[in-house]
């Protein structure tokens, strides 16, 4: 059973800055893609920042500059840096990941979220 755990949310003034962790558990053969998305009240679920198992490296451009994301192989972790936090970026985040399991077969995975607010 493949599990996505975030952590690192909460409550920071506007201009203070975050670290969201996502750690993949479970059985599989290998991480495609790892992404943060989230989701304001009465809004949709929106992208944040993506990273592919190349690097490859996409943001909204309402965090680019801001945020940064980054993955660290070996623990099987994404992580989201979000530096100069505004108050529009409060939402809860969801940690996704493409996984592939023992077969190549290709699944999406979403973690439960993590609560951030930026009070202004």
């Known amino acids: 059973q493949v599990q996505l755990v975030e952590s690192g949310g909460g409550l920071v003034q506007a201009g203070g800055s975050l670290r969201l962790s996502c750690v993949v558990s479970?059985?599989?053969?290998?991480?495609?893609?790892m992404g943060w998305y989230r989701q304001a009240p009465g809004k949709q679920r929106e992208l944040v920042a993506t990273i592919t198992s190349g690097d490859k490296i996409t943001y909204a451009d309402s965090v680019k500059g801001r945020f940064t994301i980054s993955r660290d192989y070996f623990k099987n972790t994404a992580y989201l840096q979000m530096n100069t936090l505004k108050s529009e970026d409060t939402a809860v985040y969801y940690c996704n990941a493409i996984i592939r399991d023992w077969n190549s077969a290709a699944a999406d995975y979403w973690g439960q979220g993590t609560q951030v607010t930026v009070s202004s």
């Open positions: 479970g059985n599989f053969f290998a991480i495609n893609y």
